[in-house]
């Protein structure tokens, strides 16, 4: 990413997004092409296929804008400047309590979304409430979703405000942290006054960089506050310092109060805005357009085996078509045992990674349990009051993100081995189908790119996603460990018995925590098998799915009186140089990315 020129008197860009959507029209227009052929073959699971997977995803996609920041640096000012008016919350307390999801709508409006994803409306004016020192959140809150009319926001952009990184709830931090791997774009957002502190720099080598390193922005807020020597030195120190951490670092100096007060022309935040439309659209937008249009090109190869699959059909009387179609179904259900063995050699892959997970912790809590005694017996009371807590939880911490990125480097071996036995499997299977439909379907021939699979199952395969599925698990696990710890230790009063108390408790406390995020491992582990196993049965069917599809339309429109042969042929040609063109035309959308 490189920052565009910051002249005083540069004027801002029309957005580049236009493009982008425009772009994504062609895509969704050609994908609905092969929904046609797909519906007109009788191949109802590829059409729904498109419709759903590819077209819906398409249209509904939003771009996530995510604004990280430690307290006292302006950040829920600066989305104020974004939005373009006074929507959330500003005081001198960290006011974000809360991850707000905020989305373009006609007039302003709230709702309460819940961990199970019910939404709650909520008069406006009281989501301002969800602010530290304001209403606490419920239990089941899992952030609040804002519609507001903002230009920003009507370019297809979410925009999310996250509690600051240094806020002392760590439960609020560990939410901001998880957060962080679904952002299409992050704004990090540096104080004028203070640029780069050492909390700061930990949290961007620690968190930031490992997952987002190619999406971020540097914001300097409250530029006006500094005179023009003070820019131009907070702007060289800010580079040369960032450079040590980001190559080439994209910083934009703003001054939010300017761009909701006075001239905002002058506050940095249109030019802010421009590079970020043009990131989104040339960027991100890029790779999810390609991703479309590469499993479009799979769609195009299985109905060509479709249009085959008709056409010799139709050549086919019903009690020939039946035949080939138990045939495949014969031969599918032989695969199944092929099927089952892959499945069965997955879960032992799965329970081997979920028992060495329970005795990483058992082994984790016993030594921390060890070495208690020592660390009570040598700290003053008072200072056991303070620190003991937070020392605990800091322990849970550090190792859960190891141990979580330990699972994920074993769940990426077992995704990798997983679908290179399924690519064999399905070679084999399209050779039988070929040979069911007879020797001129020799040539035929599928890979493992053609057939579905859930990217959000297979993804800790591509660069970069594993990082993302640590952080998004590391973040699950520490939500239950530190209220364990607390409410554990309030159970007990405070008094000149401390440490006796301290002793008690402590290894209490960590079995119980433990006890806690055990199942938490477990059920992420096991999320992630339940999907993999789902694509593993669906991988090895879908040819022989659609290929059934194809016969069974074919018999029913010669049972219902359809069209006569020659007819039927002439249609079959028609659809196979249709899809010709359209797959010429998805090949070439590609290569223009």
């Avoid at 074919?554 to 006569?564: E, L, M, T």
């Avoid at 042929?569 to 590609?590: C, P, S, T, W």
Wanted: one cysteine or more; a negative charge.
């Amino acid at each position: 990413m490189s920052a565009p020129g910051l002249d005083a008197g540069a004027q801002p860009q029309p957005p580049p997004l236009d493009a982008f959507f425009v772009r994504r029209d062609e895509v969704v227009a050609a994908l609905g092409g092969l929904s046609d052929i797909a519906a007109a073959l009788g191949a109802r699971s590829l059409r729904e296929r498109v419709d759903g997977d590819l077209v819906r995803k398409l249209r509904e996609d939003r771009f996530h804008l995510v604004v990280v920041g430690e307290f006292n640096h302006g950040k829920t000012t600066f989305v104020n400047a974004l939005l373009g008016s006074h929507a959330l919350a500003v005081g001198v307390t960290p006011t974000t309590a809360a991850i707000h999801q905020i989305r373009w709508a006609a007039s302003p409006e709230a709702f309460v979304v819940t961990v199970n994803g019910e939404r709650r409306a909520l008069p406006f004016e009281e989501a301002k409430s969800f602010a530290v020192g304001g209403r606490a959140p419920a239990q089941d809150l899992d952030h609040l979703e804002i519609g507001y009319p903002a230009p920003l926001l009507q370019e297809r952009i979410l925009l999310v405000d996250t509690p600051g990184v240094n806020d002392l709830s760590l439960q609020r931090a560990d939410i901001t942290y998880s957060y962080i791997p679904r952002a299409d774009a992050v704004l990090f957002l540096l104080d004028a006054g203070q640029i780069l502190k050492e909390s700061e720099r930990v949290f961007l080598s620690d968190k930031l960089l490992k997952a987002s390193r190619d999406k971020i922005v540097f914001v300097i807020t409250k530029w006006d506050l500094l005179s023009s020597d003070e820019q131009r030195e907070a702007l060289a120190y800010a580079r040369a310092h960032l450079s040590t951490l980001v190559r080439d670092p994209v910083v934009f100096p703003v001054s939010a109060e300017a761009a909701l007060g006075g001239p905002r022309g002058a506050s940095g935040i249109p030019e802010l805005i421009a590079h970020l439309t043009r990131f989104l659209a040339e960027e991100r937008g890029r790779i999810l357009l390609d991703n479309a249009l590469g499993e479009g090109l799979g769609v195009a190869q299985l109905l060509s085996k479709g249009i085959d699959a008709r056409r010799r059909a139709l050549r086919m009387n019903a009690e020939q078509i039946d035949r080939r179609i138990a045939a495949l179904e014969k031969d599918l259900a032989g695969q199944s045992s092929t099927i089952e063995q892959r499945r069965g050699q997955l879960r032992e892959d799965i329970a081997s990674i979920r028992t060495a997970a329970r005795k990483d912790l058992d082994r984790f809590v016993d030594d921390v349990c060890r070495r208690l005694p020592d660390v009570i017996e040598s700290a003053k009371p008072s200072e056991l009051r303070q620190f003991l807590p937070a020392f605990l939880e800091d322990a849970f911490k550090q190792w859960t993100e190891l141990e979580v990125r330990e699972i994920a480097v074993k769940l990426e071996q077992v995704a990798e081995k997983t679908i290179a036995l399924v690519r064999e499997d399905a070679h084999d299977g399209a050779q039988r189908v070929a040979a069911v439909l007879g020797n001129e379907s020799a040539r035929l021939d599928v890979r493992v790119d053609t057939i579905k699979y859930d990217v959000g199952v297979v993804a800790l395969m591509f660069g970069g996603v594993a990082l993302m599925a640590i952080n998004l698990m590391a973040g699950g696990v520490l939500a239950v460990a530190g209220p364990a710890i607390f409410a554990m230790f309030a159970r007990g009063k405070i008094h000149e018995e401390f440490k006796r108390r301290a002793q008690e408790l402590a290894p209490e406390v960590m079995r119980e925590t433990a006890r806690q995020v055990a199942p938490k491992l477990d059920a992420l582990v096991s999320d992630f098998a339940q999907k993999l196993d789902t694509w593993v049965v669906g991988a090895g069917e879908e040819l022989h799915r659609e290929v059934v599809e194809v016969l069974r339309a074919a018999r029913d429109a010669r049972g219902s009186g359809g069209p006569d042969e020659s007819k039927a042929m002439a249609e079959v040609d028609q659809q196979a140089a249709a899809l010709d063109a359209i797959a010429l035309n998805v090949a070439r959308l590609r290569q223009a990315r």
